[in-house]
């Protein structure tokens, strides 16, 4: 059964039972994130994008065409297809300290790299991350001219995902990016939600990028792919990173499903992630008024945001469970453990599916998880 904003609302309201008499488990609508999608939804959108004469390969196949338009869209000499985000900033980073002789780069301490990757920087490039600043604030100016040793390069995750989503101000990205420069390393952006961090700049892409010598954007996230990443740089850096694809196993030869997706989204989705943003003040803001929970950012600077519980981990995968039980919504995902044992956190990515939730259809959710926690 598919249970729409106004049935959740509905039943909350008016069906006092409805947690005692839970339906079974199934999941309808997805609060947290876009990435829970169907396969054969997904097969559609392909199948009607696919014209009679595109050719799978070459210039005029699909990964070839996602190149091109990458490249114009954030104003590079060249793009390159990758399966994954992964593998493009290890290659990226591999480049960068071949090319400067030096095997240290600077990031902060929960960047994607150090979290979510298995530092595979180290174990198959030999890299060594150095964390700059606060592990809870974003890096500063002051964080990274205080580092005492030569950089192949510095990371910035725009936003910084685990902290909240926060990104910096532009003129203190600026700062950082510059002075880094001047002193010979190489400026990489990790813009996995490069599309959302856009919202907040107001900027076109290419003053964004022109920050960077090399730009990573995710394929699956804000433009829900099926999955692959690009890289963006110039041509001679775009040349040896195609070597490293193939050297890492990453030369994909039917890539054009992965690309012909995200091509799909560029058209349909990014034009409508300034209305997520909106989207996701308003339920901030209704979530912070309330004062049950608190949200971090306040406000949201992207679509991309915390709110944070006060119950311990346990206690909210249980009564998320009973909420999921109960309405077939999927209030969260991964719950974040924070130093406090009785409180923690979850991140909230707003998208098509959150459009579907009012700000105070959120509040009532959390209520109602923070109601059954016991």
Request: negative net charge; aromatic residues 6%.
């Amino acid at each position: 059964m598919l249970f729409t904003t106004i049935g959740v609302a509905h039943r909350a309201r008016h069906c006092p039972d409805w947690i005692s008499n839970p339906m079974p488990v199934q999941r309808s609508l997805f609060l947290h994130s876009d990435l829970r999608r169907r396969p054969q939804e997904m097969l559609r959108r392909m199948s009607e994008m696919i014209d009679p004469d595109t050719p799978a390969h070459g210039p005029d196949g699909p990964v070839a065409v996602l190149e091109r338009r990458m490249a114009s869209l954030l104003d590079k000499q060249a793009a390159v297809f990758f399966p994954s985000g992964t593998m493009a900033q290890q290659v990226a980073l591999r480049i960068h300290a071949d090319r400067r002789g030096r095997r240290a780069f600077a990031a902060h301490p929960q960047s994607h790299l150090e979290v979510w990757e298995h530092r595979g920087y180290s174990v198959v490039h030999g890299l060594r991350c150095h964390p700059t600043g606060d592990r809870h604030r974003l890096m500063t100016l002051a964080d990274l001219t205080a580092i005492g040793e030569p950089l192949a390069a510095v990371v910035w995750e725009l936003p910084q995902r685990d902290i909240g989503g926060l990104l910096p101000e532009w003129d203190d990205l600026v700062a950082q990016t510059s002075a880094m420069r001047e002193r010979g390393a190489a400026i990489h952006l990790d813009g996995a939600r490069l599309w959302e961090a856009q919202t907040y700049y107001a900027r076109p892409f290419p003053d964004i990028t022109a920050l960077f010598d090399t730009a990573y954007v995710s394929l699956y996230k804000a433009l829900q792919g099926t999955g692959g990443a690009v890289l963006a740089t110039d041509a001679d850096f775009a040349a040896e990173a195609r070597v490293w694809r193939r050297r890492l196993g990453g030369d994909v030869y039917d890539a054009w499903p992965l690309a012909l997706v995200a091509l799909h989204g560029l058209d349909t989705l990014l034009p409508r992630l300034p209305s997520h943003r909106d989207h996701a003040i308003a339920i901030a803001a209704a979530i912070n008024a309330d004062g049950a929970a608190r949200t971090v950012p306040n406000p949201p600077q992207t679509p991309l945001f915390h709110i944070h519980l006060p119950i311990g981990p346990a206690a909210a995968e249980r009564a998320a469970a009973t909420v999921l039980a109960a309405t077939g919504v999927e209030l969260l995902g991964r719950v974040r453990t924070a130093p406090d044992p009785d409180r923690c956190s979850f991140e909230i990515t707003v998208g098509e599916n959150a459009m579907a939730f009012t700000p105070a259809d959120v509040v009532e959710l959390i209520h109602d998880l923070l109601r059954h926690s016991g």
